[in-house]
């Protein structure tokens, strides 16, 4: 049974599942990193005890979620040399570099000062402790960096040259490599989805226990901030969404297309097919619902702008088109819901019933993981509009594949699949009921750690013990 099945297929369901385990982590230390920064400086200048209960209380979570993301990280290391050894072998002179300096870089720079960050507290001054903080999340950013370049390079490879055995190695410069003509859209993009993601995480959490305890100060505190950048950062993201499209329309445009349903070329302007079942055999989007022209108005920015078909392309150029076309509209329609989460949160702020409606707290706990769904449709929707190619027009994905049977493969996924579901739903049920538990005055830190450390005087740690007042008790904000 398990002969008939296709070993490449089975291989890109293997990479697909674990990498969407893992992507989720990063996604989400990356923004909480960052968060964490902002809360100790806010403390460090305001002396405010509210921040420093935050600090500790997320602290806490990002430690179990920074774990799970670099354990989540190794397999998918591993793969590259089982599943497609092919393509390790013809892109590793330029896909092991840039890893590589994604490891002696922002690896070594986590790992410095994550120690510092999460058992530091009372053992470093202040401003040390904030350094660290500072830099564990400067080298989240930087691994996003790193990766965001192999993955841009393997979408709009530029700046290489093929060797007598096959391979892609460098050209003139690395630079050209590094900024390949997609990276600086898919980093801003990436990068700013990974701050919405911790944000309606956060946002959710504190909903959740304004729910119980509209007093709570804790909650009270980072429900205002995470609304705050939804208000903020979700309009950007929309802008920098809309520029990463017109840049991949340039450069991969049966992959838009496909976004699109656009199966025919519209020489006097497309339209924008808003739902549809896309058919693939028979190249059309069965009861479309459509508005005229608009295709070409966002894609273009001109409604009149001809634009080509996936009949124009060849068959075999053309990726899942349900796939792609599905998981776009799953990521602009969270997108659209986190736009409107924020102008409604704007809107009670300004009535200062920021922290009494309840509907909006509810609508906030719903949206909470609506950021983790968006990723990974973003992440489908570039990946899968890809294929057939591993190397965007150069490398075919099944050209790259080892030569591997499919029992072989099929096993090491049930595998994946019962350990993953095992091990990270485990540890998903601990960051919840960590997250279940309100913020407090006293929050205490990351437990079992000890008091002093072998020849280290304590310093003065995050006062807990501050005042709580928090403008917002009153209602304002």
């Given at each position: 049974m398990l002969e008939q099945l296709d070993a490449v297929l089975l291989a890109r369901v293997q990479f697909a599942f674990t990498v969407s385990f893992h992507f989720v982590f990063p996604a989400f230390s990356i923004g909480l990193a960052s968060y964490l920064m902002v809360l100790e400086g806010l403390?460090?200048?305001?002396?405010?005890?509210?921040?420093?209960?935050?600090?500790?209380?997320?602290?806490?979570?990002?430690?179990?979620?920074f774990g799970m993301g670099v354990v989540s990280g190794i397999v998918l290391s591993y793969q590259f040399g089982t599943n497609w050894s092919v393509f390790s072998t013809k892109a590793g002179p330029i896909i092991g570099p840039l890893m590589g300096y994604e490891v002696i870089t922002?690896?070594?720079?986590?790992?410095?000062?994550l120690g510092v960050m999460l058992f530091g507290i009372n053992k470093v001054g202040?401003?040390?402790?904030?350094?660290?903080?500072?830099?564990?999340?400067?080298?989240?950013?930087?691994?996003?960096?790193?990766?965001?370049?192999?993955?841009?390079?393997?979408?709009?490879?530029?700046?290489?040259?093929?060797?007598?055995?096959?391979?892609?190695?460098?050209?003139?410069?690395?630079?050209?490599?590094?900024?390949?003509?997609?990276?600086?859209?898919?980093?801003?993009?990436?990068?700013?989805?990974?701050?919405?993601?911790?944000?309606?995480?956060?946002?959710?959490?504190?909903?959740?226990?304004?729910?119980?305890?509209?007093?709570?100060v804790g909650a009270r505190k980072m429900f205002s901030m995470a609304m705050w950048m939804a208000v903020i950062v979700t309009p950007v993201q929309i802008i920098a969404g809309d520029m990463h499209g017109l840049n991949t329309l340039e450069h991969q445009p049966v992959k838009v297309l496909a976004m699109e349903g656009d199966f025919d070329p519209s020489p006097d302007g497309a339209p924008l097919i808003l739902f549809g079942i896309p058919d693939q055999e028979a190249a059309k989007v069965h009861y479309k619902v459509a508005?005229?022209?608009?295709?070409?108005?966002?894609?273009?920015?001109?409604?009149?702008?001809?634009?080509?078909?996936?009949?124009?392309?060849?068959?075999?150029?053309?990726?899942?088109?349900?796939?792609?076309?599905?998981?776009f509209r799953i990521m602009?329609?969270?997108?659209?819901?986190?736009?409107?989460?924020?102008?409604?949160?704007?809107?009670?702020?300004?009535?200062?019933?920021?922290?009494?409606?309840?509907?909006?707290?509810?609508?906030?706990?719903?949206?909470?993981?609506?950021?983790?769904?968006?990723?990974?449709?973003?992440?489908?929707?570039?990946?899968?509009?890809?294929?057939?190619?591993?190397?965007?027009?150069?490398?075919?994905?099944?050209?790259?594949?080892?030569?591997?049977?499919?029992?072989?493969?099929?096993?090491?996924?049930?595998?994946f699949i019962v350990v993953y579901s095992a091990v990270f739903g485990m540890g998903v049920y601990y960051l919840l009921r960590l997250m279940a538990n309100p913020p407090n005055p006293g929050e205490s830190g990351l437990p079992n750690v000890p008091s002093h450390a072998a020849g280290i005087t304590p310093a003065s740690s995050l006062d807990v013990a501050a005042p709580q007042h928090d403008g917002g008790a009153h209602g304002k904000s």
């Amino acid at each position: 049974m398990l002969e008939q099945l296709d070993a490449v297929l089975l291989a890109r369901v293997q990479f697909a599942f674990t990498v969407s385990f893992h992507f989720v982590f990063p996604a989400f230390s990356i923004g909480l990193a960052s968060y964490l920064m902002v809360l100790e400086g806010l403390w460090l200048k305001t002396g405010r005890g509210v921040y420093a209960n935050l600090y500790r209380y997320w602290l806490k979570i990002f430690a179990v979620g920074f774990g799970m993301g670099v354990v989540s990280g190794i397999v998918l290391s591993y793969q590259f040399g089982t599943n497609w050894s092919v393509f390790s072998t013809k892109a590793g002179p330029i896909i092991g570099p840039l890893m590589g300096y994604e490891v002696i870089t922002a690896f070594f720079l986590e790992a410095g000062f994550l120690g510092v960050m999460l058992f530091g507290i009372n053992k470093v001054g202040k401003r040390l402790h904030f350094f660290a903080t500072c830099m564990v999340a400067i080298g989240t950013f930087v691994s996003a960096f790193w990766i965001l370049s192999v993955n841009s390079w393997m979408q709009t490879p530029v700046g290489y040259e093929i060797n007598e055995q096959g391979q892609f190695i460098v050209g003139s410069s690395w630079w050209d490599v590094i900024f390949s003509p997609s990276f600086p859209y898919r980093l801003v993009h990436t990068v700013t989805a990974a701050y919405l993601t911790t944000a309606f995480a956060v946002g959710g959490v504190g909903a959740w226990h304004l729910l119980k305890d509209r007093n709570n100060v804790g909650a009270r505190k980072m429900f205002s901030m995470a609304m705050w950048m939804a208000v903020i950062v979700t309009p950007v993201q929309i802008i920098a969404g809309d520029m990463h499209g017109l840049n991949t329309l340039e450069h991969q445009p049966v992959k838009v297309l496909a976004m699109e349903g656009d199966f025919d070329p519209s020489p006097d302007g497309a339209p924008l097919i808003l739902f549809g079942i896309p058919d693939q055999e028979a190249a059309k989007v069965h009861y479309k619902v459509a508005i005229p022209k608009l295709g070409s108005l966002i894609l273009k920015h001109d409604p009149n702008a001809p634009l080509p078909g996936l009949t124009d392309y060849p068959r075999e150029e053309w990726p899942p088109v349900a796939v792609v076309f599905w998981s776009f509209r799953i990521m602009v329609a969270i997108g659209i819901a986190m736009l409107a989460l924020g102008i409604w949160s704007l809107i009670a702020r300004r009535g200062k019933r920021l922290y009494q409606s309840r509907p909006l707290h509810r609508a906030a706990v719903m949206m909470g993981p609506a950021g983790f769904v968006a990723v990974i449709a973003g992440w489908v929707t570039t990946e899968v509009g890809r294929q057939p190619y591993t190397v965007y027009g150069l490398l075919k994905t099944a050209e790259s594949a080892s030569p591997l049977d499919a029992p072989a493969v099929a096993v090491s996924l049930i595998a994946f699949i019962v350990v993953y579901s095992a091990v990270f739903g485990m540890g998903v049920y601990y960051l919840l009921r960590l997250m279940a538990n309100p913020p407090n005055p006293g929050e205490s830190g990351l437990p079992n750690v000890p008091s002093h450390a072998a020849g280290i005087t304590p310093a003065s740690s995050l006062d807990v013990a501050a005042p709580q007042h928090d403008g917002g008790a009153h209602g304002k904000s």
